[in-house]
């Protein structure tokens, strides 16, 4: 074979590797191939998509509130003047009940409904209280002298407006020793001459446990009367 002959085949077989090249190049880099591509794996969006994904949060959204608000927290409007100057009328708070254990001091809201206040059932609304005695302890109220006594211990009370007096008809003797039963506490108001609490035993009495929604942690309104409780 002589030079011209070879040069020939090499020319002829750089143009065929040449051509493929750029098939294969063209069938790469087609952008009507490519846009047939992506057309294939895109879905079209569906109509009132982002309304339904909304309304999904929001339903959820909800959904968590009131689970916390029935097992953890609960926002409860104090009414009336029976815990004044802790609380007062209107005051908002926030109480839990998670977890939960009820103990000396505590302010608890009660649910009222199950309790029997002037021979009425009030259905639907809460008292709030603190809680002065527990299961096993004896309480004992000296009316005369405003003094409450648990165990025998005289309590040191900063937190009441002023000392007890009011005594009627159907409440607790002045002086006489009561155990605290089973399952059960003692509350007073912090108001003690304004407040209907475990000293009328006729209407009120001790406190079941169960009755209890929640130990109030926070005031929370008005924002300018915040405090940690």
Known sequence: MNDFDENENNELESAELSELAETDIGVANDPAESDRSEGETEEPKKPFADILDWTSCFVFAIAAVLALNLFAFRSITVSGN????????????IATNFAYTPDYGDIVIVEADKLHLHGTTIYGETIIKRIIAKAGDTIRVDFENGEVYRNGEKLEEDYIKEKVHDHYAGWMDSNKEYTVPENCVFVMGDNRNNSNDSRNLADVGFIDTNYIMGKAFVRYAPIKSFKWL
């Open 82 to 93: 029976s815990m004044n100057n802790t609380l007062v009328n209107k005051d908002r708070v």
